[in-house]
């Protein structure tokens, strides 16, 4: 018998969203932080300063972050299952019962949701209920390590692109350069992620390009009022 095999979108939900999450927080805050201090009428070596800057710090920043709220999650998800791996200790019967009742909701008929609980139970019981009855599974748990290295790796390519715009414009051009073309980025990059997802290209390129413009807008006139205060 020829293997079916079927790549589903929920599959990619772990390192999809850390990634695209790192990579859009990099291009939006490091576009923005290099405007706003361009906006300031800085030089155009401290434009760079404040964007390399940006970037080590906001790598540095999402990895610990990612890592320590997807380890809170992990951490959740450990008490539950050895709450119901207690549970199926102290009333295994009652357990039967919850997994049973749960497959009737789903449309199953009382004999035969007890016998898929009978069976499934027997093979796997904690696997069961945590599939089941938690939420749980393989496919969607928790990876702290992995979440922060993709949004650490993902916000410092992300960084990498205005601050290359600032680089390389000359000094009368850099703003337009470094915000024009980090809309650009960000439209690319709303794009692919929503294919990644399986979304609309449109609406994916759209959402992410419009906070950015509002981000690099905002701090584009606290550059300007500051700037001319100081």
Request: aromatic share 6%; glycine share 10%.
């Amino acid at each position: 018998m020829r293997k079916h095999f079927e790549r589903h979108y929920a599959e990619r939900i772990g390192w999809l969203r850390a990634a695209v999450l790192g990579a859009n927080d990099g291009i939006v805050s490091t576009a923005s932080l290099v405007v706003g201090v361009a906006a300031a009428n800085t030089t155009r070596e401290d434009v760079l300063i404040a964007g390399m800057a940006g970037l080590v710090a906001g790598a540095m920043s999402m990895a610990a972050g990612e890592y320590v709220s997807v380890s809170s999650q992990a951490d959740t998800e450990k008490a539950d299952l050895e709450r119901e791996r207690l549970e199926l200790a102290q009333d295994d019967s009652s357990e039967h019962l919850e997994l049973a009742t749960i497959y009737v909701k789903r449309g199953l008929e009382p004999s035969l949701a007890r016998q898929v609980a009978d069976q499934l139970m027997a093979h796997d019981a904690l696997a069961a209920h945590a599939r089941d009855e938690l939420g749980l599974s393989e496919m969607h748990g928790a990876r702290p390590v992995q979440a922060a290295l993709a949004s650490a790796a993902t916000f410092s390519v992300g960084a990498a692109l205005p601050l290359a715009l600032a680089w390389f414009a000359s000094t009368a051009f850099m703003l337009p350069a470094v915000a024009g073309g980090s809309l650009l980025f960000l439209a690319l990059l709303g794009g692919l992620a929503a294919r990644a997802g399986g979304a609309k290209l449109v609406i994916g390129a759209a959402r992410v390009s419009f906070w950015g413009a509002l981000a690099m807008a905002a701090t584009a006139l606290v550059g300007k009022i500051f700037g001319a205060v100081v």
